[in-house]
């Protein structure tokens, strides 16, 4: 296993279902009355929070304390300009407390790349600008396993990545990941929101990508709605939200259009009515809340297996 | 002060010898004059003192990163005997004040004549003229103005800008990028497949190229002259072809351009790793851009190779990439560069080097001292080159006072080995 997980290049197509696997085991063990395992004990965990955070925090928070880390949460909103403190001396500061592992989220993309570098104890991406947010890839994967019918069942499985796909870190680490779990993936967006050079990317990597959400829907075996942040209007990456819904929005009608209980997924928050309508999002299809669960689950099993070390496993 | 440069191979002619008395050239030929000292420069190419059309030396202001006299004695080791300064210190070279207080300090330092550049721009805002002809009558004798760092992007000062300066025989040094083809001020490397990847938001190359396309209608609509800074992309290149035959043609206008040592030979997939020492504006771009770049300077579509030295603190480069400063390096390897990418390649001979890195940038910036031919009356401003010295760059042996170097653990062929500012040795390599 990878000494840091910094992006979903970092883990192999095995070394994700070992964690899958791992997760699996500890998502029973939500399910008992007593949730704490030794695994970590005496170890501390720092969720240092660059960018305001609600659920991957609590997710991590949770995930490490579950395994019986201490766990200490930092805010380091507003020391990410250049006019402050340096990244490097912020993370050397926090750190030299005697930390055992770093989880770190930023707005810039690489940031967790550039600290990785600066330190010799684990770090975990939280989420890196537009870049990435591998523990979010896995646990989508982990949800669409489980739901598709268990290790291997992603194999050849038509996905399609719906919406903002410029400014998603939760899209460049999906796209990797559910690659190398065999799927299939599709990326629609209109041109504006789709990344620099995305065709050639695209090619490179073989996914395909399309304009048109009413051509890949019907074809899909499971759909990924992606947030769209309202002030990307005055970026003029489209003209009203209206305008967005009709093109790109999961509605009530273009449900009809998904095979019958293809999974739905979005990683949250979501904004109901605009990339996803109340009746997609409320579906008996959605596993928005089993995203929430896995994504505890996950983070137990990388915590665990980038902190406590194979020899214990 | 008298010296003999003995067996030396001018622009990399047939070994002869060159004798320098009082700051001048005095004879070449076979000699055997009494000096005060003989240098054996077998196999090494003497060319005209390196003039460099674009440095930052950071004074005043950040003097923690740079100063006149530690990037002066920078440019020496490079080969340099004449900078140019560019105005976004702290405060703005925008006054004749200013400018003459860096002449000042250039002066002091002795070791390569700096000359500043004006800002085009009160502040470097883009809104009001700075006092253009002030500082062109200053000691300092400014012809060259510069915004640089950032874009005179409103057409209605560029135009006035260009018409201006024609009063005096200036010249504007554009910032070729239009920021409003930048995604909200924050662009940060080559808009591309790889900025795709990486999430970083990027500059497109038309982001340069409608910029560089405006100012020349400009320059022939004015009868001015542009010089187009830092030229990085291969549109700019055709532009500019297109652009130097019409000016040809009319001959009541000029545009030229320079190219960095680093658009040279450094490619954006350089970002990958993240590291801020490659961050850099206009930024590094596909090896496209980069081959179209070498064409263009062997065939005189660009006219100069010029750094872009942009000292920074460590400080300064140890944030998140988006918010690390821009800019790295360039005095000390841009002769080195361009020899192993421009000479080595066969694309220019020494003549050409010459040629590209101090004659067309001396008249381009108007010195009269600098650039000159190797003959007998001129003035001594001259770098002595090992063509075949093979280098690793450590970033530590430095003399800027920043290790910002993009170059460090790179091997180079061709390094300078001495430097003379009119006679006087100053470096020795």
Redesign the interface.
Known sequence: MTRHLLSIDDVSAEEIQRLFATAAEMHDVQKREVKKLPALRGRTVINLFFEDSTRTRSSFEIAGKWLSADVINLSAKGSSTSKGESLRDTVLTVTAMGVDGLVMRHSASGAAHQVAGWLDIPVINAGDGMHEHPTQALLDGYTLQRQLGGPGSLEGKRIAIVGDLTHSRVFRSNVKSLIKLGASVTAVAPPTLMPSGITEWAKADGFATSYSLDDVLPEVDAVMMLRVQRERMSGGYFPTSREYTVGYGLTRQRLGMLREGAPILHPGPMNRGLEISPEAADAASSRILDQVSAGVAIRMSVLYHLLAGEESA | MSLLIKGVSVLGAEPTDVHVEGGVIREIGTLSANVDEVVDASGLVLLPGLVDLHTHLRQPGREDAETVASGAAAAAAGGYTAVLAMANTSPVTDTAEAAVSVWDLGREAGLADVFPVGAVTKGLAGEELAELSLMNRSRAGVKVFSDDGRCVSDPRVMRRALEYVKAFGGVISQHSQDPSLA??GSACCH????????????W?GVAEEVIVARDVMLARHTGSRVHVAHASTAGTVEVLRWAKAQAEKDGSWAVTAEVTPHHLLLTTDLLA????TFKVNPPLRPAEDVEALRAALADGTIDAVATDHAPHAR??K????????FGMLGLEEALSVVSTVMVSSGLLDWAGVARVMSTTPARIAGLEEHGRPIAVGEPANLALIDPAATYVVDRDRSLSLSRNNPWHDRKLTGRVVATFLRGKQTYAG
């Not at chain 2, 808009?191 to 990027?202: D, H, K, V």
């Not at chain 2, 790793?273 to 801020?276: A, E, I, K, L």
């Not at chain 2, 944030?319 to 690390?324: G, T």
Request: charged share 25%; glycine share 18%.
């Open positions: 995604p909200y808009e591309g497949e790889l900025s795709g990847r990486l999430g970083l938001p990027g497109p790793g993240y590291d801020p400080q300064d140890e944030h998140a990439f988006v918010d690390a400063a």
